[in-house]
């Protein structure tokens, strides 16, 4: 088992910056691929960031790419979302999960999920 923690999120202006930290219990960290996912009610969670086992890949959905990084620290089994340049459009839950598998921009590859932490951005 891997218990995920989100924590970070938050109210922002337009063009603002959030971080959001995932933190990870249970199973060995770095044996898992990491994601980031956001979902608005009536919507399908959407793939957002991913990062691999060492840090050394990640992947970005198109719209947030050159805004969001994603990073991971295994020695303190967290991962990170640094957005900046924030838009109305990035409101949603955000959740970080846990995956065995390459294919790291579908949510159903991924075996674990947190709660997930509320993103807003006000225009």
């Known amino acids: 088992q891997v218990q995920l923690v989100e924590s970070g999120g938050g109210l922002v202006q337009a063009g603002g910056s959030l971080r959001l930290s995932c933190a990870a219990s249970?199973?060995?960290?770095?044996?898992?691929?990491m994601g980031w996912f956001r979902q608005t009610p009536g919507k399908e969670r959407e793939f957002v960031a991913a990062?691999?086992?060492?840090?050394?890949?990640?992947y970005y959905t198109a719209s947030v790419k050159g805004r969001f990084t994603i990073s991971r620290d295994n020695a303190k089994n967290t991962v990170y979302l640094q957005m900046n340049s924030l838009k109305p459009e990035d409101t949603a839950l955000y959740h970080c999960?846990?995956?065995?598998?390459?294919?790291?921009?579908?949510?159903?590859?991924?075996?674990?999920w947190g709660q997930g932490t509320q993103v807003t951005v006000s225009s």
């Open positions: 990062i691999a086992l060492s840090g050394d890949s990640t």
């Open positions: 249970g199973r060995i960290f770095s044996d898992y691929v």
């Open positions: 999960g846990a995956s065995r598998s390459a294919r790291v921009q579908f949510p159903y590859e991924y075996e674990y």
